[in-house]
């Protein structure tokens, strides 16, 4: 019995909601690859061009080109596959990335509903969530990030996504050059009611583990009263692919920074807290406060650079979170996009 039978028998950006340019369909005939109109390279689009497949066989198979694709698009959309469930989403993911990652220094709320796959960011429908890499505040981040949708929203909901190739190109040299020359710095502030509590970024309740994770990432850190907890860490700005050796933007200073926040919440927060004690924020390397204004200017660029398309179900998104960025559209009614991650990699 060949391969295809034993995968047979197991059973203002850029908007792109419909056609797609055909590349090719291969020779097997299991599926079909293609990308967006408008959007030709990312994200590369690979749809099952039949029924009956086995998408975790048909993955394992497949891996190393998958994996090589991922590696030349940086974005891969696997569509109608007959994915229905978590556990069909956890298959196929490890038998391409055999391993995937517990979510420690968070920054954002989720919850855990399978070993190490975890809900999308669980901010408030009517919020939009700026296009970002995963965890590019810390020193180690997931190389490889995986969604799943197993409910698209009625309305919005979508997960835009950015080659930071483009993005890195579009940057206004003068930002870039500013930022390279004196870094970023994060500040967190834990435990106040208002964000995460450190239990919760850190996953531990023991003040020693948490102690023990900053001075091994380099962060230092201040116990206050109230059992809240300061950070501050100054971290990378931009990095170099281990793979590909391409240099692209990756930091969470417009994410962080105040500015991001609704005007009516960020006025609330400046009257009870001074900018250093709001729950999160951003400065330069050296402690000096970064202008708004160029906060404002980067995440245009991403946002200028977006690829948008409409979940459906049963979609399944793969990231090279170097390569590649994402955010998060508001939406109406329920939506349940699942989100995993693999290969860490440490700075």
Known sequence: MNSEQQVLERGPSPRVTGGRKSVRVESDRLVKRSYFAEAEGFPLVVEAA???LHVADWGRNEHERLLAELQEHGAILLRGFGIHSMSQFEALALAITPELLDYCE???PRFEVGKNIYTSTEF????????????SYSHNWPMKLWFYCHQPAAQGGATPIASDRVVFKRLNPQIKETFLRKGVMYVRNYGDGLDLT???AFQTTDKAVVERYCRESGAEFEWRDGNRLHTRQVRQVVVTHPSTGETVWFNHAHMF?????????R???LREFTEEYVPR???YGDGSKIESSILEEIRETYNQTAVTFNWEKGDVLLLDNILASHG???FVGPRKVLVAMSELYSV
């Open 281 to 283: 924020n951003a400065y």
């Open 106 to 108: 968070r920054a954002a």
């Open 198 to 200: 450190w239990q919760e």
């Open 124 to 135: 408030p429908a009517d919020q939009s969530i700026p296009l970002h890499h995963e965890m």
């Open 257 to 265: 920074h105040i500015s991001n926040l609704e005007a009516t919440v």
């Open 267 to 269: 006025e609330a927060l």
């Open 328 to 330: 998060r559209e508001p």
């Open 50 to 52: 039949v029924t009956g």
